[in-house]
Structures are given as C-alpha cells and as structure tokens.
C-alpha cells in the first residue's frame, strides 16, 4: 500500500495548495489530529490535513476529496468528521481516483487496487468496476460542482468557494 512517505518531497503540499490546503507531518508514532477512523488514517481539521509517513496515500487523497467537496459552510467549521451525504461520499471516491494520476510517481490504477485492500466497499465487488462501470452518478456530481471538467480532469476550484 502507498503510504504519503512514498511520495517526492512536497508531492502531496504542492497538491493541496492547489485547493488552499495545508499539509501538517505528524511524527512517526505520534497521534494523527482530525483523524476520523484513527491513526494511521490522515486527519482533516480546517483547512489542514495531518499526516504521518505511514498514513495511506488513499486516505489522505480521500480527506482531501471531504475538503473540496464539502460546500464553505461545512469547511468554516471542519474538525474530524467531514460529513455530507451518500452523492457527495461517491463524488469524494472519485475525485481521489483522479487526484492520484495528478501526482508524481502515483497512478490512479494503483490508488483503485490500495482502496480495494483497505476496504473500500462498492457494489459491483470493486473500485475499478465501480470506477469505470458504475460511477455515474459522481462523476455528474463533480461535474455540476464544476468540480471536474468533461474530461473528468480536476479543475483545481473547491466547492462553493
């Protein structure tokens, strides 16, 4: 599984400036702040993610698909838990599975595979099934959020800036 340890330097901090964002390293061993499933599992307080070296890159590309998906209202007051609703959950999958070919070293192929392994559950019995067969109804979702453009690339703009 990727961890963010794998990533060049500054891989992940570049990405996340992109939306406003800011990267916090934890320290090996350390408790991960905002951490809603416990560590190693990023976490997502305000505009900041926390990570340490071993938290999954899936998981700290997902809490960051919470932070540009979430509408301002819900981001002015983030701490742990980023909430929203089932179309919402489906738009975050899959703008990580986007975010991931943005990055060096990184494909989208294997980000699907770690979700897999980390337990992601998708009715059709994987993330690349659902991914390619069954993800509709998100990736209209990012679209209306002008979230993605038509070529299902990231357009770099937060929900409801």
């Known amino acids: 599984m990727k961890t963010c340890r794998d990533l060049p330097t500054d891989a992940l901090a570049t990405l996340l400036a992109r939306y406003l964002m800011r990267l916090s390293w934890v320290a090996d061993g350390e408790a991960i702040p905002g951490s809603h499933w416990g560590e190693p599992e990023a976490g997502l307080i305000g505009d900041t993610l926390y990570v340490r070296g071993d938290t999954p890159l899936h998981s700290a590309l997902h809490e960051c698909g919470h932070y540009i998906c979430m509408d301002r ?3 002015s007051s983030l701490h742990t838990d980023a909430g929203g609703d089932y179309l919402e959950e489906c738009g975050v999958c899959y703008l990580q599975i986007l975010l991931a070919d ?5 494909s989208a192929a294997a980000l699907m595979e ?3 392994r980390w337990g992601y559950s998708f009715r059709l019995g994987s993330t690349r099934r659902w991914f390619e067969e069954d993800a509709q109804d998100a990736r209209a979702w990012l679209r209306a959020q002008r979230l993605i453009d038509e070529h299902d690339r990231p357009t770099w703009r937060l929900r409801d800036p």
Do not use: E, G, S, V
């Open 114 to 116: 770690d979700m897999d």
């Open 73 to 75: 209202q819900r981001r």
């Open 102 to 106: 943005t990055l060096p070293d990184c």
